[in-house]
């Protein structure tokens, strides 16, 4: 792709302090442009999900494959209706508890829905997000916002604006600046199109939660383990290897003592080992180190700038600690074992205890 366009950066701290701003960014997508700006979960890279050709211009902006579908935000839960059918009555439970907030929810889509937005896939996903920025854009836009994560595709995904800067410059018309995202990691996907809900992505919303509002509730086996071959995506993301730095990401499962011996005897013979861990091991180890955090929050916030900071010092290798799946570690478990493209090395069975 070319890069053509001239990339506008605007800082808005409150967007009630900057309705001028607001309007421009809302006028460009209303003309088919694209803006990214930020959400409570990362950057998105946002343009009129009902207009295929700007929706098309999001796919070759971020090299996104044509077959992984949009997730559409909205201003208000009633907009649902203008894009799916069948609304079950849980959709609307699930809205009265999670939205505004990181939940997206995929419901059977209505012919207005371009098959470009849900790439080709008969239902479409449906967001409201609680970012104030993204929030008046979107209400502004008075359209319904197609917007995946604001970064290339494949790299990690942006959670400031300087990300953003980064891989879009030259690609989108502007980039809204509204500081770090809280979450820090893309929102919970649950299908509500089959018997049972189904957990097709992981996020600050945790199975736990969704349970206490619908009762059982599936997790996918495709958001812990790599799909099996020949096996469909029911989340067609899940299939790509996603989130990944430029260095190769190892996973070791194992206690802060085992990890710290491990990375520092790797460390002798391989050349730019760093490591990522959730901060006790930093004082044991010999290589570089990028921090997490203890709990699955504080990780999810923090997961994708340490990614993109253990590029930037030129990591060749980070050996990452495995954080614990449960509860927001899920989400977290979730993007760092696609990162390291599903290798995962157990220390007691490597005969390190
Ligand atoms: P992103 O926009 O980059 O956060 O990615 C959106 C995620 O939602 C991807 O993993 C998509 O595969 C998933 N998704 C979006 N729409 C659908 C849909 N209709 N059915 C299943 N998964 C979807
Ligand atoms: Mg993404």
């Not at 792709?1 to 900057?18: A, F, Q, R, S, Y």
């Not at 211009?57 to 949009?70: E, H, T, V, W």
């Not at 993301?237 to 070791?252: Q, S």
């Amino acid at each position: 792709m070319l890069l053509e366009k001239k990339t506008e950066l605007v800082k808005i701290d409150d967007p009630e302090n900057h309705p001028c701003e607001i309007a421009r960014a809302a006028e460009i997508l209303q003309k088919g442009g694209l803006v990214a700006f930020p959400t409570e979960t990362v950057y998105g890279l946002g343009a009129n999900g009902l207009n295929p050709a700007a929706t098309a211009s999001i796919f070759a902006a971020k090299g996104r494959p044509q077959d992984n579908p949009l997730i559409v935000h909205i201003a208000v839960p009633s907009q649902m209706e203008a894009l799916a059918r069948e609304i079950p009555h849980s959709a609307w439970k699930l809205a009265e508890r999670f939205w505004p907030g990181p939940l997206t929810m995929i419901l059977k889509k209505r012919p207005v829905v371009p098959d470009v937005t849900s790439g080709g896939l008969d239902t479409v996903a449906i967001r409201l997000p609680s970012h104030p920025v993204a929030r008046a854009l979107i209400a502004k836009s008075g359209v319904p916002v197609a917007a995946p994560s604001a970064n290339l595709s494949g790299s990690p995904s942006p959670t400031t604006a300087q990300h953003c800067v980064k891989d879009l410059t030259g690609r989108v018309d502007m980039i809204l600046d509204g500081g770090r995202c809280g979450v820090g990691v893309e929102s919970t996907v649950i299908t509500l199109t089959g018997e049972l809900p189904v957990v097709l992505r992981p996020g600050f919303v945790t199975p736990e939660e969704l349970e206490e509002v619908l009762g059982k509730v599936l997790v996918d086996p495709a958001v812990t383990r790599q799909l099996e071959q020949g096996r469909q995506a029911a989340s067609p993301g899940m299939k790509y290897k996603h989130y990944a730095p430029a260095a190769r990401v190892v996973l070791l499962l194992g206690t802060t003592q085992q990890f710290c011996r491990y990375v520092n005897q790797k460390a002798q013979t391989e050349p730019g080992v760093f490591a990522l861990g959730f901060g006790p091991e930093q004082q044991d180890l010999t290589v570089p180190f990028e921090r997490l955090g203890e709990t699955g929050e504080d990780q999810a916030a923090r997961l994708f700038d340490c990614l993109r900071r253990l590029d930037e010092r030129g990591a060749k290798t980070v050996y990452a600690r495995c954080p614990e799946p449960k509860g927001v570690g899920l989400a977290v478990y979730n993007r760092l074992i696609r990162a390291a493209g599903f290798t995962l090395v157990e220390l007691s069975a490597a005969g390190l205890a």
